[in-house]
């Protein structure tokens, strides 16, 4: 496979097949004995490397056919009419011509009739000799001189719009040709039942990535040609003997060698005794190189480290799960008789905002730089974090972008409370068990159970999961509940109670920046600088250990969610009636069941020191006229 503009050889991995429309042409072929048969084509600019005609041999229209001779137009030279099974009857006029090459059909058929080969296009793209009166000519102005040719000697018939797939190279996006020309190839195709077999032992996230791969390698005709026509690459380390054609590989110690400015450290050729040696001027596809990183991390060829062997995680897009995935298997089967990774960590890639592929010539485009410059890293990130599902494409949302740094900017404002809440506080200073309220147990309990859904999740690569988890939580629990409840407690006499807000405080801040370095390591890290390194021994919050959940009284969890739920429907209730959150009540009366009474009764002094009422009153019996939604048995009333 051949990329004319490139100048190169390719392997089927960088063909990347389009849906394009494009024009069917009819013509004829007169037969040596009389008569004449319509053909179908593309590609009409390949008559000169025409070298049969073929019709599949269930076709009634055309068995009569086969074994006679066809001439072919413009050019006069007489070809055979050949049957196979492969010959599509349905399509164009059920005749088709075997060319050397249109596609890698015309490869098998050329190869299964030994059919003689005629090279029409050259490196360039442009008709050769062979070519006749097209010589020189690129295919397209070729495709149009025919035409005209076809036309003029009567051969044409008609021509019509078709949707078909052609292949194009993966990096400059021209169509693709098949050239015969000497290649240096690995015989992958052999080794395709063991790649198979080491991939499926392969995690592979998200499952249904390792479809893409089996899809793959079941798919492939032809083996991996890893010679490459360009000036930067690898070097291939042999050379040829002028004289017999003979080769000489370098030996392993002879390595590194550019046999294109170093001669064989041998004297003479080992077959003929010529001393006349020319180096191959060819490189190795890059991904030659790339096949082989895992191990090479590893510390082979020298000394493998089998801890580091295979690697833990290959993490890569699902573009390159045919290239790089494939071809460390590929490797990795070959030489340890193993995949060199364990998991396949498989990404989905950020598309415009009109759901397409960005591309400048799309008008769609977005610039990581324009956006880290508006926004910052973190902000990004954390977009990129929240938006889709491991593995799955999303569309770019300037607005996710904003509502990460929205949560960015709570976090910061929370930072900055918390740090002026502990100016009198020592880390080392040992809270009573008994100073803690409930509110403070609800939130390092829901903490507990925060960080273990964030630690199964990113076990589990839910990257979506677990920043979703710890921005609602951050953003929410901690900032509009938390926070709001123990603002007076800090500021206020009780010691214990002080005491008890500010260690909460210091410690469900610092597990939060712990877990959200993972995702927003930039202000995560400055926050842990001004707040917490000067109490800790670790130099970078990403240094510090991970925390571990631990055991917590889900019954005292209950009690803080009954006493924080009945503080925002309180709070919701003044803000819908006009009241502002920082005046002060007269009076509220609760009325809730004895189980939930209780609770409420334990836990005044922080109602009221939230709500800023003088007067709570709670009651087992009557109705208020709000309700608190997450228990509506719990009602009150606000008296202004």
Not at 13 to 23: H, I, Q
Not at 176 to 183: G, Y
Not at 549 to 573: C, F, H, L, M, W
Request: charged share 25%; aromatic share 10%; proline share 5%.
């Amino acid at each position: 496979i051949w990329c004319p503009r490139c100048e190169t050889a390719i392997a089927e991995a960088e063909v990347e097949y389009v849906n394009v429309r494009r024009k069917l042409y009819y013509f004829k072929f007169l037969l040596r004995d009389g008569g004449e048969v319509a053909v179908a084509s593309t590609r009409p600019e390949l008559l000169a490397a025409c070298v049969a005609l073929a019709v599949n041999p269930n076709d009634d229209r055309y068995v009569h056919l086969v074994g006679r001779t066809a001439i072919v137009p413009i050019y006069g030279r007489e070809v055979p009419i050949l049957s196979d099974e492969e010959v599509d009857p349905e399509f164009g006029t059920g005749v088709v011509m075997i060319c050397t090459y249109g596609d890698k059909v015309d490869v098998k058929w050329q190869k299964r009739h030994s059919l003689p080969v005629m090279v029409v296009i050259d490196e360039r793209g442009r008709m050769t000799d062979n070519a006749g009166p097209l010589k020189g000519l690129s295919v397209q102005e070729a495709r149009m001189k025919i035409v005209e040719l076809l036309k003029r000697d009567d051969y044409y018939l008609k021509e019509e719009e078709i949707e078909s797939s052609i292949g194009t190279c993966w990096r400059c996006h021209t169509p693709v040709e098949i050239i015969p020309r000497m290649q240096w190839f690995v015989k992958t195709r052999e080794l395709s039942r063991l790649v198979l077999e080491a991939a499926r032992n392969v995690r592979w996230v998200p499952p249904h990535a390792y479809k893409r791969l089996e899809d793959w390698v079941e798919s492939l005709d032809w083996d991996w040609v890893i010679s490459r026509q360009r000036l930067f690459a690898t070097p291939i380390p042999v050379w040829y003997c002028k004289d017999c054609g003979a080769e000489v590989v370098a030996e392993p110690e002879w390595l590194p060698v550019d046999p294109r400015r170093e001669p064989p450290k041998v004297g003479k050729c080992p077959k003929c005794g010529s001393t006349r040696m020319v180096g191959e001027r060819d490189v190795m596809d890059t991904w030659m190189d790339s096949s082989i990183t895992a191990a090479v991390h590893a510390g082979w060829p020298d000394s493998m480290d089998e801890r580091l062997f295979p690697a833990d995680l290959q993490p890569n897009g699902y573009d390159i799960i045919r290239t790089w995935d494939y071809y460390l298997i590929v490797r990795g089967v070959a030489l340890f008789g193993k995949s060199q990774f364990k998991t396949a960590l498989i990404n989905g890639m950020v598309r415009g905002t009109d759901g397409r592929m960005m591309h400048k010539s799309y008008g769609n485009y977005v610039s990581l730089m324009e956006v880290i410059g508006k926004y910052g890293a973190d902000a990004f990130r954390l977009w990129a974090a929240m938006s889709a599902a491991t593995g799955s494409d999303v569309r770019f949302s300037w607005e996710g972008v904003e509502y990460a740094r929205r949560f960015l900017t709570k976090l910061w404002n929370a930072a900055r409370f918390v740090n002026m809440a502990l100016r009198d506080f020592d880390p080392h200073y040992k809270v009573g068990e008994h100073d803690y309220r409930d509110v403070d147990t609800w939130i390092r309990g829901l903490l507990e159970e925060l960080t273990r859904r964030v630690t199964d999740c990113l076990e589990e690569f839910d990257f979506m999961g677990a920043a979703s988890a710890l921005v609602n939580f951050t953003w929410h629990r901690f900032c509009d509940h938390y926070i709001e409840a123990v603002k007076y407690r800090v500021v206020g006499s009780d010691e214990g109670s002080k005491r008890a807000a500010q260690r909460t405080l210091y410690d469900v801040l610092l597990r939060l920046l712990q877990m959200l370095s993972v995702f927003t390591p930039h202000i995560a890290e400055e926050l842990y600088q001004r707040i917490y390194a000067k109490h800790l021994g670790w130099e970078s919050i990403t240094t510090a250990p991970w925390p571990k959940p631990q055991p917590y009284d889900k019954e005292s969890v209950e009690r803080g969610n009954i006493v924080i739920s009945t503080i925002a429907a309180i709070r919701r209730a003044k803000s819908e009636a006009g009241i502002p959150l920082s005046a002060r009540l007269p009076k509220v009366t609760i009325y809730a069941p004895p189980n939930y009474s209780e609770v409420l009764k334990k836990n005044l002094d922080d109602i009221a020191g939230t709500l800023r009422v003088a007067r709570i009153e709670v009651l087992s019996r009557g109705r208020g006229a709000r309700e608190v939604a997450e228990y509506p048995s719990i009602t009150f009333t606000l008296h202004v």
